[in-house]
């Protein structure tokens, strides 16, 4: 009879953005254990606050089912001898297993004949199992850092402080860190920090929140926001919507409580951005606005304990918040005292990266390659685009960024405002590090696109010619970051632009810190791109086959990647596509490991089936040219249709590889140049077949 598992880790408390993780790879690993191991369940999940991280899984199966194993002994030849005797091969081999010769069969295997055996093993039993699951559930799981406590060589993310283990109402003998699995668990800290008695799944969630601790995140969670819902409308103000931080507050804590708290009106002065991140940076606070979206002198903080006396909890909030908004205030007027343009030249005291010079030596490289690309897509914006990038990392050395580095870019964009700079130029600079997310924001004006394209090239282009390139997970520098941005930006903007040249261009201003010839970082950054591009095409719905077919003719003009895609997808709808598909995928069987044009003469077709396939041939390119030359994709592949009844009759009724080496020749060379009319928009033989 199936029995459910309750397995609690409490730990020291973990850091908020480790729980969710956490959580995830606890599930994970479990599953993992359970399938390996033949053990069935009906559910399976995972709960976690700061001090618990939590599985429960309903419906365990009691034990392994029996299994049948086949065991492979040595050559039949060897184990019997010519009148059939078993020899001491067989009867060893079945002495091994505890079996006689009489069970032992014979099997015809690729090696020959081999004697063999099926033996059923016995399922053990879960809680038999359970101890060894748990454990490596323990140690398996992974944290950004873990440590060691006391004399213990295990290594956890916080130390592990109890254990509780339930299957069914069974305690699981499991013992680690010097602690032993009981069948306990404990409240709150503060408001309940005795031991808790448990019998099962239902009472667990119930007495923990008894005791004071919500342990079901999403319950957890909504309960945080009705808290800092309800702690603004006291002033009749709504909390500025922030999914993240709602998110890691609720992290924080076991059982939410909100607190309102004030501050000084004068410090609604500051910039918004500067409010904002002063209340949320350190203190992991809440703004809250009017109706209309207006800051209030409010914030809302979340608790982790119910106090005796909210005002006191409140005066600490207060207390602490103003000493921020007075350095931040303090730091505002200081910044406003130098014009952003003064402070470039600060740039050239600011390493940008031990092998890749300063700040001031990376904005020099973002000034012109923001002109090259200016000169290309948008010759008027020139003068913009070259002050926005002079300008872009001044604010880097200003104080208040200093103080809160999340303010990079956006402190740019407001003094550049306050000392009388073009908004575009001003916008460009907060612009110009976006998008910091895959699918965040992306530069909504075009010097914005420019810098931030020349600024995420140069930064690409830089680390890879160090040789600084990211490593599975690890990206210190951001890079898979930079080549999505790119991509995103140029197709949302539909940019014609040589990704060879922009690299190029890029590398040509770095050539004093290169390590690694040019063109070798060349052909690794663009691959690299290539890659991102083929995730930001299969985020858009287009199938991973026609991804390949379209990107292995080339991907250097991103935009023109997506039309030829865009109109793969359609003329796919077409019931002669997939013949046609069929016939090319046989066309490049005959012509890909040539390795050189081949001569054709016109005069050489003797078949009608091949003089036929020229003169469609000869008829299509005329009317596809036009087309591909105007990027009408759609149009030349809905031409190319026609080719599909001649490529069929051709491979039906003429034989390529004939001795004639000047026929054979010439048949190849006209299979080339139809080839070559496909590869200018895909490689079709690329895609999976389908039935037809």
């Given at each position: 009879m199936a029995k459910d598992l309750l397995f609690e880790i409490g730990t020291e408390e973990l850091p908020a953005r480790f729980i969710d993780p956490a959580l995830e790879a606890?599930?994970?690993?479990?599953?993992?254990?359970f399938k390996d191991l033949g053990l069935t369940y009906e559910g399976l999940k995972t709960l976690g606050t700061p001090r618990r991280l939590t599985l429960y899984v309903a419906g365990l199966a009691e034990k392994q089912p029996d299994r049948t194993e086949e065991l492979l002994g040595p050559p039949a030849s060897a184990a019997f001898d010519e009148e059939g005797n078993p020899t001491k091969a067989a009867l060893g081999f079945a002495k091994k297993h505890g079996v006689s010769v009489e069970d032992l069969e014979v099997k015809e295997t690729p090696k020959g004949k081999y004697i063999f055996l099926e033996k059923t093993v016995p399922g053990k039993e879960t809680f038999e199992l359970l101890p060894g699951i748990l454990t490596?559930?323990?140690?398996?799981?992974?944290?950004?850092?873990?440590?060691?406590?006391?004399?213990?060589?295990?290594?956890?993310?916080?130390?592990?402080?109890?254990?509780?283990?339930?299957?069914?109402?069974?305690?699981?003998?499991?013992e680690i860190a010097g602690l032993k699995a009981q069948a306990l668990t404990y409240g709150h800290r503060f408001m309940a920090p005795e031991a808790i008695e448990i019998e099962d799944f239902i009472g667990y969630v119930r007495r923990l929140r008894e005791a004071f601790v919500i342990v079901e995140p999403e319950e957890r969670l909504a309960r945080t926001k009705d808290e800092i819902t309800d702690a603004a409308l006291e002033v009749r103000g709504e909390v500025l919507e922030d999914p993240e931080l709602l998110h890691e507050n609720a992290n924080l804590v076991e059982f939410p409580y909100a607190t309102l708290g004030k501050f000084d009106e004068k410090f609604l002065a500051l910039p918004r951005p500067v409010l904002i991140t002063a209340m949320r940076e350190h203190q992991r606070y809440f703004a809250v606005v009017n109706k209309e979206g207006e800051l209030l002198p409010y914030f809302v903080a979340v608790n982790n304990t119910r106090p005796p006396d909210p005002s006191v909890l409140r005066a600490g909030h207060e207390r602490v918040l103003r000493a921020r908004l007075e350095d931040a205030s303090f730091y505002f007027e200081r910044d406003k005292k130098i014009p952003l343009a003064e402070r470039v030249k600060e740039l050239a005291s600011v390493v940008y990266h031990a092998k890749l010079g300063t700040l001031y030596d990376k904005t020099k490289r973002l000034e012109a390659l923001s002109t090259w690309l200016a000169k290309k897509l948008a010759p008027e914006k020139l003068d913009l685009?070259?002050?926005?990038?002079?300008?872009?990392?001044?604010?880097?050395?200003?104080?208040?960024?200093?103080?809160?580095?999340?303010?990079?870019?956006?402190?740019?964009?407001?003094?550049?405002?306050l000392?009388?700079?073009?908004?575009?130029?001003?916008?460009?600079?907060?612009?110009?590090y976006l998008p910091l997310t895959a699918g965040g924001e992306l530069p909504r004006t075009t010097v914005g696109a420019l810098v931030a394209l020349a600024d995420k090239m140069d930064t690409l282009c830089a680390f890879f010619g160090i040789g600084e390139r990211p490593t599975g997970t690890a990206?210190?520098?951001?890079?898979?970051?930079?080549?999505?941005?790119?991509?995103?930006?140029?197709?949302?903007?539909?940019?014609?632009?040589?990704?060879?040249?922009?690299i190029s261009e890029a590398l040509k201003l770095l050539a004093e810190y290169l390590e690694e010839?040019?063109?070798?970082?060349?052909?690794?950054?663009?691959?690299?791109?290539?890659?991102?591009?083929?995730?930001?095409?299969a985020n858009r719905g287009f199938e991973d086959d026609f991804i390949r077919a379209v990107m292995a003719v080339g991907f250097d003009d991103l935009v023109d990647v997506l039309k030829r895609l865009e109109a793969l997808k359609k003329i796919k709808e077409s019931p002669d596509f997939p013949a046609l598909a069929v016939g090319f995928k046989r066309v490049m069987n005959m012509v890909k490991k040539l390795d050189q044009e081949l001569p054709f003469d016109e005069k050489l077709l003797v078949e009608e089936a091949e003089r036929e396939l020229y003169e469609t041939y000869r008829r299509v390119r005329e009317e596809v040219l036009p087309y591909l030359e105007a990027s009408q994709y759609e149009k030349a592949l809905q031409e190319m249709l026609a080719l599909k009844g001649p490529i069929d009759r051709f491979f039906d009724e003429v034989f390529v590889m004939v001795e004639d080496e000047a026929l054979r020749q010439n048949r190849l060379a006209l299979l080339q140049?139809?080839?070559?009319?496909?590869?200018?928009?895909?490689?079709?033989?690329?895609?999976?077949?389908?039935?037809l």
């Open positions: 606890l599930k994970r690993l479990a599953a993992e254990e490596r559930l323990i140690t398996s799981l992974p944290f950004p850092k873990s440590m060691r406590w006391g004399s213990y060589k295990i290594r956890f993310a916080r130390p592990i402080r109890w254990l509780l283990a339930l299957y069914g109402k069974r305690v699981v003998p499991l685009a070259q002050r926005a990038a002079h300008l872009a990392k001044a604010d880097l050395v200003t104080e208040l960024v200093q103080e809160f580095p999340s303010l990079q870019g956006l402190m740019g964009r407001e003094y550049a405002r000392f009388g700079e073009p908004e575009e130029v001003a916008e460009a600079i907060y612009e110009h990206d210190p520098f951001g890079l898979r970051r930079a080549a999505y941005g790119i991509i995103e930006i140029i197709l949302a903007r539909g940019y014609s632009l040589s990704l060879t040249e922009f010839e040019p063109q070798v970082v060349l052909v690794e950054v663009k691959k690299f791109i290539g890659r991102r591009l083929e995730g930001a095409l140049r139809i080839a070559r009319l496909f590869l200018s928009v895909a490689d079709l033989s690329f895609l999976r077949e389908e039935p």
